[in-house]
């Protein structure tokens, strides 16, 4: 398959990794590129620059495929050493930047000094096109379904796809509940050059977390997911558990009144111990839909040559039979 999204990037396949904390780690990535797609790592799981500088190292040694870094802007209350992460992903000679939460305007002069094709995303037709104003080379567009923080407007990628071809002119690719060749058939259709998934690669042999994340998702359904945070306007689609039902309990009893503090210690911190330890129930994990649709754990070599040549079989057969 050629797309846009293929030239952009120099990858066989129009399929990405988006960036997750702790699974972000070289040995994803590089699962990813070496099948044909673009994997990324994800800068802020690394404690400082100079660890991603090291992981950035660790992935051109599992690889010679492009691969990108995933540049989290999320509300922190102490903003991480941003600019010092561009520079050691300069410095390791990535090419590909995802950058997701706030807007990277800031920061684009620093990333495009440096040769790097930044790839934005967010969840609106707005966000999309302050992207492509501010010279993002492509955008993910992140439905409501998707795993992780879909955003405030809850428009899924049914409408939100179609909407964002109307209005945008650079490459966009379909993220949020993207796991089979159907879907991937689906995102082209809508306008999409490529797809974007999370969730789905977690479920992977190379995806470094512990096995009872990987069983959780095979066991999961698409009603296994729940919306938290909402209130504090940072909404976040997660894996249904324990801790997070004690979430809900916390938004529905404090109302209008809840802060982060209220729920600080079942979000913050619980990554390393869900993806590394296997503790599955000690706090919110983001988690899409898709869970539903995740019934086996391949390599991600498999799981892309199964979807890419499922795809061209539908568009082939089923599609092309309705002409
Ligand atoms: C466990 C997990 C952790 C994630 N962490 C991040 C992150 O740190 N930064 C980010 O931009 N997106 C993060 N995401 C979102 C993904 O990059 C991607 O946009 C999303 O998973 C797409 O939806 P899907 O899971 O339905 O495929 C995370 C997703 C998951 C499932």
């Not at 941003?82 to 800031?106: C, D, L, N, Q």
């Not at 094709?117 to 992207?131: G, N």
């Not at 990628?157 to 690719?173: H, Q």
């Not at 095979?218 to 801790?243: G, H, K, Q, Y």
């Amino acid at each position: 398959m050629k797309t846009r999204i293929t030239e952009l990037f120099d990858i066989e396949h129009p399929i990405i990794q988006g960036g997750m904390h702790y699974v972000g780690f070289a040995e994803m990535a590089a699962g990813v590129s070496n099948a044909g797609g673009l994997g990324m790592i994800t800068a802020l799981t690394m404690p400082t620059p100079d660890d991603l500088a090291k992981e950035i190292a660790r992935c051109h040694e599992m690889t010679d495929k492009p691969f990108g870094v995933n540049l989290t802007f999320l509300p922190a209350f102490k903003a991480p050493p941003y600019a010092e992460y561009i520079e050691a992903i300069a410095k390791g000679g990535v090419k590909i930047v995802e950058t997701a939460g706030r807007s990277p305007e800031a920061y684009m002069p620093a990333l495009k000094d440096a040769g790097i094709k930044v790839i934005h995303k967010c969840t609106s037709v707005r966000h999309s096109l302050k992207a492509q104003k501010i010279g993002c080379d492509a955008v993910s567009v992140d439905g409501f379904e998707c795993g992780g923080h879909p955003g405030e407007d809850d428009i899924p990628n049914m409408v939100l796809l179609p909407r964002a071809a109307e209005e945008l002119s650079i490459p966009f690719v379909a993220s949020g509940g993207i796991g089979n060749a159907q879907q991937l058939v689906a995102a082209l259709a809508l306008g999409a050059d490529g797809i974007n998934m999370g969730t789905r690669f977690i479920a992977t042999k190379e995806a470094p977390v512990h096995q009872n994340v990987k069983d959780a998702l095979i066991a999961a359904s698409e009603l296994d997911t729940r919306l938290i945070m909402r209130p504090l306007r940072n909404t976040e689609r997660v894996m249904m558990n324990p801790a997070v039902e004690k979430i809900i309990e916390i938004e529905k009893e404090k109302g209008a009144d809840i802060g982060i503090e209220d729920v600080m210690e079942l979000v913050a911190g619980v990554y390393p111990k869900v993806m590394t330890e296997g503790e599955m129930d000690v706090g919110a994990w983001s988690c899409g839909m898709v869970a539903g649709l995740i019934n086996d754990i391949p390599t991600c070599k498999e799981l892309l040559t199964r979807m890419v040549n499922d795809a061209e079989d539908i568009i082939r057969g089923r599609l092309a039979g309705f002409i």
